[in-house]
């Protein structure tokens, strides 16, 4: 069984530097994995994923140069260095994945599996 526990996410004024983590389990073959976000009453959107067999990255073109997704294979755990925060980055972050082989593009809103969702707030 696929989980992806999820962990970072807090209050943090304009600015400001956040971290999330996604820790998954459960793979048996390579997979892509990435931040989702949904903010009240707005699209939900590809942030960012990585994509485990061959390093491809994707980024939202609005982080592109304050946020860095990186891995660590040894953990199974990818990470979302989150710098320059701004209030509208305020939402709720979701971890998901999918395995390579499912056909499914880099950051897909068609991923099979979903974390619970980390809410980041930026205050201005």
């Known amino acids: 069984e696929v989980q992806l526990v999820e962990s970072g996410g807090g209050l943090v004024q304009a600015g400001g530097s956040l971290r999330l983590s996604c820790t998954a389990s459960?793979?048996?073959?390579?997979?892509?994995i990435g931040w989702f976000r949904q903010a009240p009453g707005k699209e939900h959107e590809a942030v960012s994923c990585?994509?485990?067999?061959?390093?491809?990255?994707y980024y939202l073109m609005s982080v592109k140069d304050r946020f860095t997704i990186s891995s660590d294979n040894a953990k199974n755990t990818v990470y979302l260095q989150m710098n320059g925060l701004k209030p509208e980055d305020t939402a709720v972050y979701y971890c998901?994945?999918?395995?390579?082989?499912?056909?499914?593009?880099?950051?897909?809103?068609?991923?099979?599996?979903w974390g619970q969702g980390t809410q980041v707030t930026v205050s201005s």
């Open positions: 459960g793979f048996t073959d390579d997979y892509s």
């Open positions: 990585f994509s485990i067999n061959d390093g491809r990255t």
């Open positions: 998901a994945a999918d395995y390579v082989h499912s056909g499914r593009g880099l950051c897909s809103r068609y991923y099979e599996y």
